[in-house]
């Protein structure tokens, strides 16, 4: 069973531009989370989707949004990159995102760099 | 409120050394609670969890965790390091049903010869 699969792995951009980073969830996996991962903040959460719907969501600012897909595949936006969202970004899914049905399948991650 | 304190940011045993890394939690309700490792590069594994079952928790590569509700801890334990377990470990509070994950700040485990 394939696992969780992020795309890219690593991403340099400037500030000011966007960026879109993709999760593939487990198969017949429906809720998919994302998490960033920085040196100072460590791993904060923001946002879940299930079923194409955005369930949970983070203490992150408006220019951090996602989507999810029919198949479950995520995408995660980034609008006007600042230097302090230079990170890991994580995806993890798991069945339906109840503690019961725990854990979360963490993919590798998405570096991304801001110049 | 949910949170996890990691107690030590780095700990440092001999290959062949227990290994002790210690975690304490706070939850207004019974939680659910996890250990991930994490090696360089990658993403996060999970050893092991906790929901409410035996207190006792057994996972993956010889760890084990103890809940502890009157202590409010959840220390991850192995008798044995291996140079493999190098890596950074976190520990997890589960914040209600939806599933999100609240995250301590990780402790780094070195492992030397």
């Known amino acids: 069973k394939a696992g969780v699969t992020q795309t890219p792995r690593y991403l340099i951009k400037t500030r000011g531009q966007q960026v879109t980073l993709s999760c593939s969830p487990i198969?017949?996996?429906?809720?998919v989370s994302w998490y960033q991962q920085t040196p100072g903040q460590g791993l904060q959460f923001l946002f879940e989707?299930?079923?194409?719907?955005?369930?949970n969501k983070g203490n992150f600012p408006g220019r951090f949004s996602g989507r999810q897909f029919s198949n479950s595949r995520s995408e995660m936006n980034v609008s006007t990159l600042e230097l302090g969202d230079s990170a890991l970004y994580l995806c993890?899914?798991?069945?339906?995102?109840?503690?019961?049905?725990?854990?979360?399948?963490f993919g590798d991650g998405t570096r991304l760099s801001i110049l | 409120a949910q949170s996890v304190t990691q107690l030590d940011s780095h700990v440092s045993v001999s290959e062949g050394t227990p290994v002790l890394l210690r975690c304490n939690y706070s939850?207004?309700?019974?939680?659910?609670l996890f250990w991930y490792v994490q090696h360089p590069n990658k993403g996060l594994q999970l050893l092991l969890k906790?929901?409410?079952?035996?207190?006792l928790v057994k996972g993956i590569n010889g760890f084990e965790a103890e809940f502890k509700k009157s202590e409010t801890s959840f220390h991850l334990t192995k008798p044995s390091a291996h140079m493999s377990d190098a890596a950074e470990y976190f520990c997890?509070?589960?914040?209600?049903?939806?599933?999100?994950?609240?995250f301590g700040k990780g402790t780094k485990l070195s492992v030397k010869p």
């Open positions: 993890a899914s798991s069945l339906d995102g109840t503690v019961l049905n725990q854990p979360q399948h």
């Open positions: 198969s017949g996996h429906r809720s």
């Open positions: 989707y299930f079923s194409e719907t955005q369930r």
């Open positions: 939850s207004s309700y019974s939680p659910s």
């Open positions: 906790y929901t409410s079952a035996a207190t």
């Open positions: 997890v509070v589960s914040r209600g049903s939806q599933g999100n994950l609240i």
